[in-house]
């Protein structure tokens, strides 16, 4: 087992993979840019190693540079968490020549995979349903419209080197075709440096359901359920959940099935997810397979007991997983909220700024992590995500109803974030019901970000500490001894 591991990441995901590592028994390293000197995972690691720079492309996404301090740090293996160098094969490739562990797939299948075209010719060799279309690599306006007329309209016409919604343009008539698939060639060609498109038949109001796998280095390949992400943002996942109201039983057995059928077909190894579009009739179809460990990780931990970082280390330390596919038990419910420094009012502009007050929820079911700290600074540098929190129950009411409490109690001053608009999914009669799609953000925007009333309660209790702060009554030392903060508070009602 590993002695070292260098942690290739910030914010909640550094400090949540650290945490299992020293769990395990394992010294932590990581590694931080100019903002983040003193940044939570910085102060979190046994040992940080500045990288310079301030933009992720001059610090975290050096992986050259954080090679190297591995090696000098005497770290055997590098955990890359999610974004930044997670699905860079090059990266993946250069720790394997520079005898690093690259704690996650092999470079090859993250490659693969990387590639929408070749990972659906990947999968429908293998028997992977996926959303019937057409691509060929010079393939024509006549092509598209003969596939397009045969399936039927509305189609969709993606980037190979897309993902997460970028390149995707819908088209619901013939005379539309062309035209589109001109102007997708040419937004791939210059946001993807390939303007290589495909169409297939467009999936009327999916869900994105996924299945979370875990491969060791011999052969086994387990899968762990599914994970609903369906409530999105602009393809950006606000709450996922596990399990999904829209499975039943033999059909997660059948996902999961598919799930592993791809997995092996990409040679995959170590955590991964394999997502589906599914529609109303519960056909589903393979859409990518992300060839890392998901923001959403820790549903499927609480309702599988499983620490999906300590299974990804020591899979990469050349271990077999434990378990055999009979014995993965799934039980109760659980959701995630991601907490991000956005502003709903304002369009979910990013909302940097100091951290004048934080209260996090805890108590029962209730799972936090967080890469924060009271007095800390957001910037714009990076992504702005601020935590994210989980909430489990024994069902799906009762996981909402306890996330629900938990956010009551989540109180962040000084910044604006997206808390009052989880509330309103949650609260909202077709989220309760379980009967949402991918649709649904973009169908109930207005009623989701109607006026802040919660945001604008939390100004009015922050100006309050504010002005107290600068104006509470003079205590001359000998009483300071006697009065103790706790107690002078108190007195004033203020908590
Ligand atoms: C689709 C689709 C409907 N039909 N493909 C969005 C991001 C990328 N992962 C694929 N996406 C979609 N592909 C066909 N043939 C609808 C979407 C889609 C979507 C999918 C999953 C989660 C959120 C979404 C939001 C808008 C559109």
């Excluded at 599914?226 to 033999?250: G, L, M, N, T």
């Excluded at 489990?392 to 109180?411: F, K, N, T, V």
Aim: with cysteine.
């Amino acid at each position: 087992m590993f002695k070292k591991v260098l942690v290739a990441n910030r914010g909640e995901i550094a400090v949540r993979v650290m945490r299992t590592l020293k769990e395990m028994g394992i010294r932590t390293v990581t590694v931080f840019s100019d903002p983040d000197r003193i940044a939570l995972h910085t102060l979190f690691a046994d040992e940080a190693y500045p990288l310079g720079g301030t933009t992720s492309a001059d610090s975290y996404l050096k992986g050259d540079k954080i090679i190297e301090i591995a090696r000098n740090s005497g770290a055997e293996a590098i955990h890359p968490g999610y974004g930044f160098l997670s699905e860079n094969a090059d990266f993946a490739e250069l720790c394997r020549e520079n005898g690093v562990v690259f704690i996650g797939p092999p470079a090859s299948a993250i490659r693969q995979m990387g590639d929408k075209v070749t990972s659906r010719e990947i999968m429908t060799a293998a028997g992977v349903p996926v959303v019937p279309g057409f691509d060929k690599p010079d393939m024509t306006e006549k092509d598209a419209l003969g596939f397009a007329e045969k399936a039927g309209f509305p189609v969709m016409i993606k980037a190979s080197a897309g993902g997460g919604g970028k390149g995707m343009r819908k088209v619901d008539k013939a005379e539309d075709l062309g035209k589109a698939l001109r102007a997708a060639r040419s937004e791939a060609l210059s946001s993807f440096g390939d303007g290589h498109v495909y169409v297939e038949k467009f999936v009327e109001h999916p869900r994105h359901i996924e299945i979370q796998i875990l491969a060791d280095n011999y052969g086994n390949v387990l899968y762990l359920g599914e994970r609903d992400c369906s409530i999105q943002r602009r393809h950006q996942k606000v709450i996922e959940e596990a399990p999904s109201p829209f499975v039943p039983p033999e059909m997660r057995k059948k996902m999961g099935e598919t799930a592993v059928q791809a997995a092996r077909a990409a040679g995959y190894r170590n955590a991964g997810t394999v997502e589906f579009l599914v529609d109303k009739n519960h056909n589903f179809y393979f859409l990518e397979m992300n060839t890392r460990l998901q923001v959403e990780h820790p549903v499927t931990e609480w309702i599988t007991g499983l620490d999906l970082v300590a299974e990804q280390v020591r899979i990469a330390a050349g271990e077999l997983i434990s378990l055999k596919q009979q014995d993965v038990k799934l039980q109760g419910h659980a959701v995630e909220c991601r907490i991000y420094a956005e502003d709903p009012d304002n369009n979910f502009m990013p909302s940097p700024g100091t951290i004048q007050l934080l209260r996090t929820p805890a108590g029962p079911g209730i799972r936090d992590d967080s890469g924060i700290y009271e007095g800390g600074e957001i910037s714009l540098y990076y992504d702005p995500l601020l935590s994210k929190l989980t909430a489990y129950g024994p069902d799906r009411d009762s996981a909402i109803r306890r996330m629900c409490r938990a956010l009551d109690e989540y109180i962040v001053a000084g910044i604006k974030t997206n808390i009052e608009f989880h509330h309103k999914v949650l609260n909202h009669p077709e989220f309760a019901a379980g009967d949402h799609d991918t649709t649904f953000v973009s169908r109930h925007l207005d009623e989701l970000t109607v006026g802040n009333s919660r945001e604008k309660s939390l100004a009015v209790v922050a100006a309050a500490i504010h002005y107290y702060l600068n104006n509470k009554p003079v205590i001359n030392s000998g009483q300071a001894q006697k009065c103790s903060q706790w107690k002078h508070f108190q007195r004033s009602g203020w908590l």
